[in-house]
């Protein structure tokens, strides 16, 4: 037993593994990959830079042929034009005309014909396969604005070259900042007083908001800075009253209850009693 236990002791473990083999160094596989994963990253990048060399090449190509293969050849301009002759319109349009059919610029276009003194809108639309087409809708000014200047109903200014302006138009003067609303008091005023036989000549407002009309009689409306459109109905209920009296120069409305009255020298200088209650109690302003 003795013997044989010994004999048992020596025998070596089945399961144990030779010392080489636990003393084997296992291979780095980090350090074999990074070769590759560098190698791919190289080619990678190498096809991202032919791809995109390969989008310019493209687009120029595109925009090289483009204009020769699909040649605007005709420029339609549509609209009623009073100011501007469409030939005028055409030989801008064309002088900024880049591209074919499909690539030109309507946007720099429509800011092309847009820039013309009378022109107010402009729409370019493309009509297969080589035209465009140009709608054109011009100003209508309803007075001259200051000097230089024409004005229309929405309270745009637009400033035309010498010699378009159109004559027999009112005069609206004031800040450019208030153009809309002394085009907007202008159209409403006009007609009340055309209700009332009067037509107004120059319409203005200095910059502390005074309003004052001249008519085409050439009599003169203080309206001062408030309540302006009740002192102008108080003129215009009193209108054939002062027509029959003489010829009235100025009519001061900047009263609470009233008007004072300058007379031209061939008329009537007596002055209608509420004139006079005018000036002694009112309040100008």
């Not at 605007?72 to 301009?77: A, S, Y």
């Not at 610029?105 to 809108?121: F, I, M, N, Q, S």
């Not at 035209?131 to 929405?154: F, K, Q, Y």
């Amino acid at each position: 037993m003795t013997e044989s236990g010994d004999i048992a002791q020596d025998r070596p473990d089945a399961t144990a593994r030779p010392a080489s083999a636990r003393s084997r160094p296992k291979p780095d596989a980090p350090q074999a990959a990074a070769p590759a994963s560098s190698l791919n990253a190289r080619l990678r990048a190498l096809v991202g830079l032919l791809l995109i060399l390969a989008m310019f090449a493209a687009v120029w190509q595109f925009s090289y042929w483009e204009p020769r293969l699909l040649p605007i050849r005709v420029i339609e301009v549509q609209g009623e034009l009073h100011h501007h002759s469409s030939r005028l319109l055409e030989q801008i349009i064309g002088e900024r005309l880049h591209g074919g059919i499909l690539t030109a610029d309507l946007v720099g276009l429509k800011t092309a014909a847009e820039d013309l003194p009378w022109v107010g809108r402009a729409s370019l639309r493309r009509i297969w396969p080589d035209r465009l087409e140009v709608r054109v809708e011009e100003h209508r000014p309803i007075a001259r604005w200051n000097a230089d200047g024409l004005i229309t109903a929405e309270g745009v200014i637009f400033r035309p070259q010498a010699g378009t302006m159109p004559a027999g138009l009112p005069l609206l003067e004031g800040d450019d900042r208030r153009a809309p609303d002394v085009a907007k008091q202008y159209l409403s005023w006009r007609d009340e007083l055309m209700l009332a036989g009067h037509l107004i000549q120059t319409l203005s407002v200095d910059p502390r908001g005074d309003w004052r009309i001249e008519l085409v009689t050439g009599t003169e409306l203080r309206l001062g800075t408030d309540a302006a459109e009740e002192r102008l109905a108080r003129f215009i209920a009193s209108a054939q009253q002062l027509e029959a009296a003489g010829q009235p120069l100025v009519v001061d409305l900047r009263y609470s209850n009233g008007f004072a009255v300058k007379w031209a020298p061939s008329g009537d200088t007596n002055v209608p009693a509420q004139t006079d209650r005018a000036k002694r109690s009112g309040n100008r302003g």
